[in-house]
């Protein structure tokens, strides 16, 4: 599994030596001119053919602002690095999705009081039924104010 032994928090994930590869040979397409580093849209051409979407500009802004700001873009070994927190996230929210998937026995899209109460005496059956009410009621709550801020927010 790709939990840590922790709890929700994932592993430290190395790329093959093949996706590594690859994730160079992105690097070298997208800086065309061979400056050494990748301005901010050769950025977002490389995430385009790594991730297949467009970056948004919050998200390219982050990224441009987390660089060292005595080079003039990405060097490759901050791109490599960026690229691999990118997969490793992907991969958590992929497992996430593919947990919730799995007690979601009806194909719902989300999760009823019983499919908690089901899914928790598989994965932990001795833990008590008050704990699971208050877990359960933390994310519905959780959930119901999100709501409420979407419906406010509109």
């Known amino acids: 599994m790709f939990f840590s032994q922790a709890g929700a928090r994932p592993r430290m994930w190395e790329a093959s030596p093949s996706e590594h590869k690859k994730w160079v040979e992105v690097f070298k397409a997208c800086d065309e001119e061979n400056k050494g580093y990748l301005s901010r849209e050769d950025f977002k051409v490389a995430v385009v053919m790594l991730f297949g979407y467009k970056p948004s500009k919050i998200e390219a802004d982050a ?51 019983e499919d908690f109460k089901k899914a928790f005496k598989q994965v932990a059956p001795k833990l008590s039924e008050r704990i699971i009410l208050e877990v359960f009621s933390d994310e519905e709550t959780i959930a119901k104010s999100k709501l409420e801020d979407k419906s406010i927010n509109s």
């Not at 996230?89 to 989300?110: C, K, M, W």
């Open 63 to 113: 990224v441009m602002s987390s660089v060292d700001p005595n080079t003039s873009g990405i060097l490759l070994k901050e791109f490599l690095d960026i690229v691999r927190k990118k997969k490793e996230a992907q991969l958590y929210r992929n497992e996430i999705r593919h947990i919730f998937t799995a007690f979601d026995r009806h194909y719902r899209g989300y999760l009823t009081l």
